[in-house]
């Protein structure tokens, strides 16, 4: 007979794995991801290509020759994820090469500085959006609008939804909304804008495929999702110039923020306590630097603002300890 | 239907012998008494080679008011005071006895009628009390704490009520289900007894919904009496940890520790420990025997067996077809709070629910990776903690931490590690942690 095997407590495993919950992710990315090659043609499947296959290299590239794991950690998923959600936040008319730049810096130097998967302070797609937002002000901000599928560079651009509300904003001119599309357009996608962002249907099945896979619990894209639609709502009512909640809802990454960016495991706080204060103060930051900010968008500074809080979160935010209620 | 407010997981259930009539197994050659098989001091043996002993004589007495007795559970003569390794896989002192026919103490009484309480009007909660003490009857669920301890809470608190603990939370397991099926009646006037013991009027049995058959019968039977309300509990992992019991039941949580369960007037005893109140309080028989359950997905046959303490683990899984070739672990107890045990020689003692045989291919965990954050594990965990930050503060040894964060409030359920997409050791960690700071606590005391 062979030896017994000695081991402690639990001898029993739930199955699930790191790999799986990533792929999961990417399943639920799907249906967004189809849409926007509909709406944006040759040019969204090339940038989500090549953008995947570049973070794909430089984790396995920085993992093997910089780092040197032992595991090798190219296989879990994680890097196609954040190539799809770097794609997702870019034109499709980008120059190719900013691609591989923004790969680069989400993978080379958020994700692998710090130490690879687990161990990244912020979102490696959104910090390599906020890196190209900065780097690239001029690409990163001019649109085609959608169904326009075979032209790339020359393709039409337009005012997005958020250009149109800041304008309002600016000349406090609530007239100037009338240009904004009509509210079953944004529901489909039929608005410019980055290829993940627009068609909203498409974002909301991911989500309800994760919630029912459990990869993500519902706290932080509710609690965002609500605080958007109060705080917008409040700000709509006081003055029409402010656009109406549902518009602020529908229009740029807030969807795809919300769902995708700010539920990234590594980056968000550990207890629900946590990630409802999280989710408040994403969904607060965002409108305001939609209203009063430089940029027209305030999803990804908002998210990346509280990936540098969510250490402090997790310290001051502790689960309800067992027993805690009942002191007698 | 109800169940506890924090945490939990519910691991594949894997009841494969939940059909099988208890069998009664054969008499060892030789039975193994370990000294130390219940929390508390170890028993001091009063018997010395060459002794003749039968069955259900005290071989060992109780080593302080936290101890227990232990009794022979064969007839036959001492063949040495020696060691044995047990379920911990260590070489523990031992009493080993070779068995020779089957002669019992005439004091007991074998017959198969049931007493009830209504037949001993005299017995005063004292007089049960004394007898389970004397009786050597311990938690059978695992815990072994000595079940007496339990009915005489420190003063200034006062029992409410007693919980029977019938959930068998851990999968493959069924000894307390068949018990259930098979003696309920004895289970009701075990109930009632510590009831009375402990001074309430109110009793629960707690059983999990997978157990339909058990809840309808012990329902009847409990409506001959009065006080004791069957609860059925949804089907969750810990559900059978006391804490998590008495808040599924009564809705009340225990504080942390080092406050009892009786701080919220509960008094949890395991429903096979019930039984054996009925057996010593009833029948006077000390606890010498249990229902063991020898499962396994590779084994040909899975039984419930009535089994004498002392018979080799060996000997059980020999009667179920013999271990398969390709075992990797034997498990003895459930596969989530189990003792993996180093060989199968290991005799059954008074805690030992289930002998568990897993697969090569299930034995081994996978490789851990890096904790990705994902909260799982502070979302399963039914006490309220962060398993994630409990196991790097081990792993940089901030025992000072661990401490702030209640790590002594574990209690070991294996939720988080069980949970862990990145297959961390997270309870291994944890262990380590909660036993350090515990002992750091211990000598803070003390000065
Ligand atoms: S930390 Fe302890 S109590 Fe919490 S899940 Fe892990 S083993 Fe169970
Ligand atoms: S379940 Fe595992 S990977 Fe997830 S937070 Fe806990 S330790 Fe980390």
């Known amino acids: 007979m062979n030896k017994l095997t000695v081991s402690l407590s639990p001898h029993v495993h739930s199955g699930d794995s790191v790999s799986k919950n990533m792929y999961g992710v990417i399943i639920a990315l799907v249906p967004a991801m189809l849409c926007s090659f509909w709406f944006f043609g040759i040019g969204a499947i090339t940038v989500t290509a090549l953008s995947v296959a570049s973070c794909v290299f430089f984790e396995w590239f920085i993992g093997k020759y910089m780092l040197r794991n032992p595991q090798p950690t190219v296989t879990d998923g994680s890097a196609i994820l954040t190539g799809i959600l770097l794609a997702f936040n870019l034109p499709s008319n980008i120059p190719l090469w900013m691609v591989v730049a923004g790969s680069l ?224 | 239907m109800k169940t506890f407010r924090i945490g939990g997981v519910h691991p594949a259930e894997n009841k494969l012998s939940a059909d099988q009539p208890i069998k009664v197994a054969e008499l060892p050659r030789v ?88 037949a001993r009007p005299d017995l005063t909660g004292r007089d049960i009390v004394e007898k389970i003490k004397g009786a050597g009857i311990v938690g059978l669920g695992g815990a072994t704490f000595p079940c007496h301890v339990k009915l005489c809470p420190p003063p200034g608190s006062k029992p409410e009520c007693v919980i029977i603990n019938a959930v068998e939370c851990e999968p493959y397991l069924t000894a307390d289900h068949r018990l259930m099926l098979e003696h309920a009646d004895e289970i009701i006037v075990g109930t009632l007894l510590l009831m009375k013991a402990a001074g309430v009027s109110q009793g629960y049995i707690a059983i999990e919904s997978n157990k339909p058959d058990a809840i309808q019968l012990m329902q009847l039977k409990a409506m001959t009496v009065y006080g004791i309300e069957v609860v059925p509990l949804k089907v969750r992992y810990p559900q059978g940890g006391e804490k998590q019991l008495i808040d599924a039941v009564i809705g009340r949580q225990v504080p942390a520790p080092p406050a009892l369960p009786v701080s919220v007037g509960a008094i949890i005893q395991n429903v096979g420990t019930a039984f054996a109140v009925y057996e010593a309080v009833m029948k006077n028989k000390p606890l010498f025997e249990r229902v063991v359950t020898v499962t396994g997905k590779s084994l040909g046959n899975c039984q419930n067996f009535l089994v004498r303490l002392g018979t080799p683990m060996s000997q059980l899984i020999d009667a179920c077809g013999g271990l398969p070739e390709d075992t990797g672990k034997v498990i003895g107890g ?107 606590i211990k000598s803070r005391n003390t000065k």
């Open chain 1, 105 to 328: 810096f989400a993978i080379g130097v958020v994700k692998m500085t710090f130490g690879g998967l687990g161990c990244n302070l912020f979102n490696p797609a959104l910090a390599g959006r906020a890196f190209m937002l900065i780097s690239f002000p001029v690409q990163m901000t001019t649109w085609p609008t959608s169904g326009q599928p075979f032209l790339t560079l020359d393709a039409a651009t337009g005012a997005t939804p958020l250009s149109v509300m800041k304008a309002a904003v600016k000349a406090g001119d609530p007239s100037l909304l009338n240009d904004m599309p009509s509210l079953p357009d944004m529901l489909l996608g039929m608005t410019g804008g980055c290829l993940g962002e627009v068609c909203a249907v498409a974002l909301i099945i991911g989500l309800i495929y994760m919630l029912a896979k459990r990869i993500i619990t519902w706290h932080i894209p509710v609690s965002i999702i609500v605080t958007v639609l109060v705080f917008s709502g409040a700000l709509h009512l006081a003055n029409g110039m402010y656009a109406d909640p549902m518009s602020q809802l529908l229009s740029g990454g807030l969807l795809l923020g919300a769902i995708f960016m700010a539920t990234d495991y590594v980056t968000s706080p550990m207890t629900k306590k946590g990630q409802i204060i999280y989710g408040v103060c994403i969904g607060v930051l965002t409108i305001v630097i939609r209203t009063w900010g430089a940029y027209p968008e305030g999803m990804s500074f908002a998210i990346l603002i509280m990936n540098a809080f969510t250490p402090l979160i997790n310290n001051y935010c502790k689960p309800k300890r067992f027993g805690e209620e009942v002191k007698k």
């Open chain 2, 31 to 118: 039975a193994v008494f370990p000294l130390s098989q219940h929390i508390g001091a170890p028993a001091k043996p009063i018997v010395k080679k060459g002794d003749k002993v039968k069955v259900g004589q005290m071989i060992a007495e109780a080593g302080g008011f936290v101890s227990a007795n232990i009794f022979s559970s064969v007839s036959g003569t001492v063949l040495k005071l020696d060691t044995c390794i047990d379920a911990s896989g260590y070489d523990k002192p031992a009493i080993h006895i070779t068995v020779e026919g089957d002669e019992w103490m005439p004091e007991i009484d074998r017959s198969k009628d049931i007493v009830r309480l209504e």
């Open chain 2, 334 to 440: 459930g596969p989530m709070m189990g003792k993996a045990l180093p060989t199968t020689e290991v005799p059954v003692c008074k805690g030992s629910s289930g002998v568990l045989i897993m697969r090569d291919e299930e034995s081994h965990r996978k490789p851990a990776s890096t904790c990705i954050r994902c909260a799982k594990c502070v979302s399963a965990c039914p006490m309220g903690l962060e398993p994630y930050l409990l196991s790097a503060c081990a792993e940089t040894q901030n025992w000072e931490k661990m401490e702030k964060e209640m790590v002594t409030s574990c209690i070991e359920c294996g939720c988080c590690q069980f949970t862990c997409p990145a297959n961390r050791p997270l309870l291994d960690l944890v262990r380590l942690g909660k036993s350090t700071v515990m002992g750091i």
